[in-house]
């Protein structure tokens, strides 16, 4: 691994087997053969639509569900894994360094417990505390670096709004000191002032606890304002990865293109210029062959059918998966 890399995947793939034991039976592949780098340091963005196997790829790097091929590794500089063949004293070390940061806020928190013993949990579960009091005193630690104070941390979940639910999310992620959070439509749910609050705690706490994200989401406005690196996935698969501003200045993907004109413009003269893709993402249980967004692409070749394209870096630190971009680039 490259010492500037916290986790690197190579050709990784997630399946589930569907159907019956003995007839129809198949593989539902959520994440097929992706190749993907997210620097030490770095809020990395995961971009597509619903059913393009984001969450499916977050939730394998977190090694909640099972990697079925390829690779991946995590290197934070104390401490090196196989993510593919954790297990006991490693896995449970990991656990404390990877954590997740879930969507929904109101779901996330139990309502029978304090505050206090949601941020605690994980403490007391990985045993990383020798004492009550040396709980406390992270829990409160942590709690006021999310913006919430000690009467907070009495008080239960329903007591609180979205947004200061989500902080309490937050701070129950980063008690263990994690290296890397995974967060997963961590502010789909709230109001869009909310939104903007939660995303520069994220952005502060990252600078604070020198943290990496992994940050998945379907709005690209939010993307653009807090990552530095987008990749962009179809069908499990990746399409287009670059730095934010390079993507955004300049996608070369057909699907990019579609996903970015579909952003509200607040100019009247914008209304309209949305690009509409034809037809329903395909089922990953019946994959189409070669590029897997040919059904669905406008510029598709006999090409595009046949073969599948791979990623191929087309400037410093941008990559595509297609056969036409550098004529559609024209």
Same mark, same amino acid.
């Given at each position: ?50 059913? #393009? ?46 954590? $997740? ?14 505050? @206090? ?20 005193? @992270?829990?409160?630690?942590?709690? +006021? ?71 998945? #989401? ?32 300049? *996608? @070369? ?7 970015? #004109? +579909?952003? *509200? ?8 210029? +949305?690009?509409? $893709? ?5 089922? *990953?249980?019946?994959? *189409? ?13 006999? $090409? ?16 595509? +998966?297609?056969? @036409? ?6």
């Amino acid at each position: 691994m490259s010492e500037n890399n916290l986790i690197e995947t190579k050709d990784l793939s997630v399946g589930f087997p569907v159907g019956g034991q003995i007839f129809n039976k198949s593989v539902l592949k959520a994440v097929n053969k992706v190749s993907l780098d997210i620097p030490l340091g770095s809020f990395f963005g995961v971009v597509g639509e619903s059913g #393009s196997g984001k969450t499916t790829f977050g939730r394998a790097l977190l090694n909640a569900v099972p990697i079925t091929g390829g690779a991946a590794h995590y290197d934070d500089g104390e401490a090196k894994y196989d993510l593919g063949k954790l297990a006991g004293p490693d896995l449970k070390d990991y656990r404390r360094r990877a954590q $997740l940061i879930f969507q929904d806020p109101y779901a996330a928190l139990s309502p029978r417990m304090t505050v @206090r013993d949601i941020i605690a949990e994980p403490l007391e579960v990985m045993k990383l505390c020798k004492t009550r009091e040396e709980v406390d005193e @992270r829990v409160r630690e942590i709690a +006021a670096m999310c913006r919430l104070n000690l009467e907070h941390l009495r008080r239960f979940p329903h007591a609180f709004s979205g947004g200061q639910r989500q902080r309490i999310s937050i701070a129950r992620a980063l008690v263990s000191k994690p290296r890397f959070v995974v967060a997963d439509e961590s502010v789909a749910a709230l109001d869009v002032s909310i939104q903007a609050d939660i995303l520069n705690l994220l952005k502060s706490l990252q600078k604070d606890l020198g943290l990496t994200y992994l940050f998945i #989401s379907h709005d690209l406005s939010v993307v653009a304002h807090t990552c530095d690196h987008v990749a962009v996935m179809y069908l499990g698969q990746i399409m287009e990865s670059a730095p934010t501003r390079q993507l955004f200045a300049a *996608p @070369r993907h057909p699907y990019t293109k579609v996903l970015f #004109s +579909a952003i *509200p413009s607040l100019d009247p003269d914008d209304r309209g210029k +949305a690009q509409r $893709l034809e037809g329903e993402i395909p089922s *990953p249980t019946n994959r *189409p062959s070669g590029c897997q967004f040919h059904t669905r692409c406008p510029f598709a070749t006999d $090409l595009c059918k046949r073969e599948e394209p791979t990623l191929e870096s087309c400037e410093q630190g941008h990559s595509v +998966a297609c056969h @036409r971009w550098r004529e559609l680039a024209d």
